[in-house]
């Protein structure tokens, strides 16, 4: 049977919420940073330019911090203003330009996106929320309301709903990561309690205010309560919401009084990432100006990193001794390039440490210098040959750049 939230999450009271509004507003309108998409989305009169310059903002600034995204908005921008000049862009371009911005699913996705609605939709952006969703590839409900709110001024919470750090204390919300059937009822509640909560006529300012509060008051670690323009309305302040609701998953956390509010996001415990090692060879040789050039192949075009370059590499099994790794190395080079490849050519480098989301991954490095040109199984993949400029120019991961 469907339970009821508890009354600790929800703000009832008409006058309450006003005040929540106006005070979050009045302190946004002081206090707001200069960004390029709040520029763009206040002074763009053509509705759909509008629209994809807040989408692509939107985009980028899942996962990623607001001082990284500024530099990859602003060139993306410059070289593709608007839909039409996406829909023409290969994947290879998007890769090249998003290369260090990491889940680079969000760039290729764009791109299809931007192809369908030159294609399908004569170029117009979907108008509502509901609409954005349903027909944008890679655009979840959040998303959709934070580009109908911010370019239609269409009254949905925004993507800035899904920002826990804030969310979280002010409806004293556990923690939105948790996975479970009751985390997911939860989340149904919030969507109603967010869309009741935005502003009625500043809709976009007001997600966006909320954003803006996650990211220089309300921060993780060391909230800013005192400076806060909603905390007379911050749950967590209050310190209610702390159990009692059936929606809500489990604690998992004890209550920490030493923590006060940075006790939310409640959080549920972190699934670890998987350990991976993978083996990677540098194949080096003399170019034609007489500068080295360094052999890179393309990965996969689905799966993660899909179609970006890096040195050739192999998974390695997690118990392998280093003596074996190179044997396993050596066999697979040698029944790539068609050459002999013995372990004892490989120089051990050394290892290089990245973290994907979900992935502990390790590179084992060597390399090994050739003579000529190498030509790999094209069935196998596409390769080729760069110099180091072109390699840092190349659409290849922050990891390998590492490597
Ligand atoms: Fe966050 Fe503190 Fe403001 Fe609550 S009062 S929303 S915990 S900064």
């Not at 309300?218 to 302040?237: M, S």
């Not at 030509?375 to 596409?382: E, G, K, N, Q, Y």
Request: neutral net charge.
């Amino acid at each position: 049977a469907p339970a009821e939230p508890s009354a600790q999450h929800l703000f009832s009271d008409a006058a309450e919420i006003e005040a929540l509004r106006r005070n979050l507003l009045a302190w946004y309108d002081k206090c707001k940073r200069d960004l390029p998409w709040r520029t763009l989305a206040a002074s763009e009169l053509d509705v759909d330019r509008r629209a994809y310059a807040v989408w692509v903002s939107e985009i980028m600034l899942q996962q990623t911090q607001v001082a990284t995204v500024i530099d990859y908005y602003n060139r993306w921008m410059q070289k593709w203003p608007t839909l039409q000049a996406l829909a023409e862009a290969s994947l290879e371009e998007v890769n090249e330009l998003w290369a260090g911005l990491g889940y680079y699913s969000r760039g290729k996705r764009l791109q299809e996106a931007a192809k369908k609605v030159v294609s399908q939709l004569a170029g117009r952006m979907p108008r509502t929320a509901e609409d954005l969703q349903k027909l944008l590839p890679g655009v979840g409900r959040y998303t959709a309301g934070a580009i109908a709110s911010i370019s239609y001024g269409q009254v949905r919470a925004g993507r800035q709903w899904q920002a826990e750090e804030v969310v979280s204390p002010l409806c004293s919300q556990q923690g939105l990561a948790a996975r479970s059937r009751r985390a997911e009822a939860a989340w149904g509640l919030c969507v109603d309690m967010a869309n009741a909560l935005v502003d009625r006529s500043r809709p976009g300012d007001f997600n966006q205010a909320l954003m803006e509060l996650g990211a220089t008051v309300c921060v993780p670690k060391a909230p800013l309560c005192e400076e806060c323009p909603v905390k007379q309305h911050c749950r967590a302040r209050r310190r209610v919401g702390v159990g009692g609701c059936p929606l809500c998953p489990p604690a998992i956390e004890p209550w920490d009084s030493s923590l006060g509010v940075t006790n939310f996001p409640r959080k549920a415990v972190k699934k670890q990432p998987r350990v991976e090692r993978t083996a990677t060879c540098v194949l080096e040789r003399r170019g034609r100006c007489g500068a080295p050039e360094y052999l890179i192949v393309q990965r996969p075009s689905s799966g993660l990193l899909a179609g970006l370059w890096e040195f050739p590499s192999l998974p390695l099994a997690l118990d392998l001794q280093e003596e074996k790794q190179r044997e396993v190395l050596a066999d697979h080079l040698q029944a790539w390039t068609g050459r002999s490849v013995t372990a004892g050519d490989l120089r051990y480098v050394g290892e290089v440490i990245h973290i994907f989301s979900h992935i502990h991954q390790t590179y084992v490095i060597y390399s090994l210098p050739v003579d000529g040109d190498v030509t790999l199984d094209s069935a196998l993949s596409t390769s080729r040959w760069v110099t180091e400029e072109q390699f840092h120019a190349s659409a290849v991961s922050t990891a390998m750049k590492k490597v």
